[in-house]
């Protein structure tokens, strides 16, 4: 008898690296919009392993680096110790012949998420997001720390940062590829240009269309026994996915999202996951929660039709 793979379910509630609140709420509104149901529904054994404990930004209001030596980051050392406590969590948890859905919150659970990941073999990462994520404290305009997710995986952050897990870069360029960047800012626009990353802008998305796009990532991807997704579902045009916290007109249709997962799915590589900026507080009875499990479920196998039957 077969039996039935198991998808371990973290609850990341990180709401440090960016400076709108109610992000926090996401992993309980993607719970809420039926995860472990659909996932069952696919033949999947799960364990939901809670949440990791986050402090409220009330109580650190005054953490915040500014100096021309270092740059701006809100909340550094707190992203960090939560990002330590992911780490951990799943390190501790997450066994190699199991499935990992990681449920955010802001997109700094990627630093703990995917240094947890990496920990153990080398893995290719698709980062689907309106943002590069590749500014550093000294690049950054604002200050928040969910826009420094890649450059601190690829070791381009001070320490603390890229440190998370164990010492040194956890990714190189050429382990990351991104689909539905459209919102650099300026001096990020330079670093990725540089990076040796594949990236997709959402001209290339427009022109090739999505299966194109997909099946060129896959072909990037093909020296790698595992895919880890990181899907900010600010990827997504607003129109079906108003609660996030940075929204950015022009983003993936709901085909053009369900394709991509579709695709990925029948790789059969993907082991692990992100879904993270979902914002209850800004949504429309939690519509992007709903799209955020239509897709999880899409990636974990659900079809249209089941050729295989």
């Known amino acids: ?107 700094t659970i990627s630093i703990g998420t995917v240094s947890a990941v990496a920990k153990h073999e080398r893995v290719g990462v698709l980062w689907i997001d309106a943002h590069a994520d590749m500014n550093t ?63 997709f802008t959402m001209r290339e998305v427009d022109e090739l269309g999505m299966s194109d796009v997909a099946a060129r990532v896959l072909d990037f991807f093909d020296r790698f026994d595992h895919l880890h997704i990181s899907l900010d579902l600010d990827s997504c045009d607003p129109s079906i996915a108003p609660g996030v916290g940075t929204p950015v007109l022009g983003g993936l249709s709901y085909r053009e999202a369900h394709l991509l997962m579709e695709i990925l799915a029948d790789s059969q590589k993907v082991r692990t996951l992100d879904v993270v900026e979902i914002n209850p507080i800004l949504d429309n009875k939690n519509a992007t929660a709903e799209i955020a499990v239509d897709l999880i479920a899409s990636l974990f196998g659900q079809r249209i039709i089941d050729k295989r039957a």
């Open 1 to 107: 008898m077969t039996t039935s793979p198991k998808v371990r379910i973290f609850g990341c509630p990180m709401d440090l690296g960016q400076r709108r609140r109610g992000v926090d709420m996401g992993p309980s509104a993607v719970r809420y919009a039926g995860l472990q149901d659909r996932l069952k529904q696919l033949g999947y054994q799960t364990a939901d392993h809670g949440n990791i404990i986050v402090p409220q930004a009330e109580e650190t209001p005054t953490s915040f680096q500014n100096d021309p030596d270092f740059g701006r980051a809100y909340f550094l050392p707190e992203v960090a110790h939560v990002c330590e406590l992911i780490f951990n969590e799943i390190d501790s948890h997450l066994h190699s012949d199991e499935l990992g859905i990681f449920l955010g919150g802001d997109h």
């Open 137 to 199: 404290p000294r690049t950054s305009p604002s200050g928040n720390i969910h826009g420094m997710s890649v450059a601190a995986l690829l070791g381009d952050c001070p320490p603390i940062l890229s440190d998370v897990g164990f010492p040194g870069p956890k990714l190189q360029p050429d382990q990351i590829a991104m689909i539905g960047v459209r919102n650099l800012d300026h001096e990020e626009r330079i670093r990725v240009a540089k990076s040796g990353m594949s990236v």
